[in-house]
T-cell receptor
Framework: GENVEQHPSTLSVQEGDSAVIKCTYSDSASNYFPWYKQELGKRPQLIIDIRSNVGEKKDQRIAVTLNKTAKHFSLHITETQPEDSAVYFCAPPTSGTYKYIFGTGTRLKVLA | DTGVSQDPRHKITKRGQNVTFRCDPISEHNRLYWYRQTLGQGPEFLTYFQNEAQLEKSRLLSDRFSAERPKGSFSTLEIQRTEQGDSAMYLC??????????????FGSGTRLTVV
């Protein structure tokens, strides 16, 4: 089925702290796991992705980790900055198709 | 080619009128997607194309919605007999394709529809 959940739904952190957002999916055949960032009034933008043959991927201050057994993947942001404030969406694909079902979103607020 | 283009950016229409939106994807991208997003929600899948073939249409989409991609390049989304509940941001996205491969989306800026 197509069931994607994100936790938490809102997250406030102090500037410089780390933030972690978790995405749980139900389709065990999913093999590609992206994260999107959407700033207020703007389009969603792909910020990092991981494929199922890799457990972790890092790009400067952001990283994604994957646990296929437990069917969840997480976005990690270190040394948060005010410009990281946005809504973050995970969007794993549905097996047998090339469409993505977006999660419920996590609103991250970085307090200066 | 600087990205995914959508036209118009904003559309205000009276209830019952028909509207049509256009999307020009990145030229190298074979897959094209339409999503709808309302305030505080994530993008909701509507339909997608591989080249000119429409491969899937959401079960949530009524018969008033139709999409085309006649030559496998730009796409149009038409909404007939608009209702107030159709008010939303309509997002187009495109992606690369390869046999068995998934790739991330590049989104356009969207068309904001307001039905009055």
């Amino acid at each position: 089925g197509e069931n994607v959940e994100q936790h938490p739904s809102t997250l406030s952190v102090q500037e410089g702290d780390s933030a972690v957002i978790k995405c749980t999916y139900s389709d065990s055949a999913s093999n590609y796991f992206p994260w999107y960032k959407q700033e207020l009034g703007k389009r969603p933008q792909l910020i990092i992705d991981i494929r199922s043959n890799v457990g972790e991927k890092k790009d400067q201050r952001i990283a994604v980790t994957l646990n296929k057994t437990a069917k969840h993947f997480s976005l990690h942001i270190t040394e948060t900055q005010p410009e990281d404030s946005a809504v973050y969406f995970c969007a794993p694909p549905t097996s047998g198709t090339y469409k993505y079902i977006f999660g419920t979103g996590t609103r991250l607020k970085v307090l200066a | 080619d600087t990205g995914v283009s959508q036209d118009p950016r904003h559309k205000i229409t009276k209830r019952g009128q028909n509207v049509t939106f256009r999307c020009d994807p990145i030229s190298e991208h074979n897959r094209l997607y339409w999503y709808r997003q309302t305030l505080g929600q994530g993008p909701e899948f509507l339909t997608y194309f591989q080249n000119e073939a429409q491969l899937e249409k959401s079960r949530l989409l009524s018969d008033r919605f139709s999409a085309e991609r006649p030559k496998g390049s730009f796409s149009t989304l038409e909404i007939q007999r608009t209702e107030q509940g159709d008010s939303a941001m309509y997002l187009c996205a495109s992606s690369l394709s390869s046999a068995g491969g998934n790739y991330g989306y590049t989104f356009g800026s969207g068309t904001r529809l307001t039905v009055v």
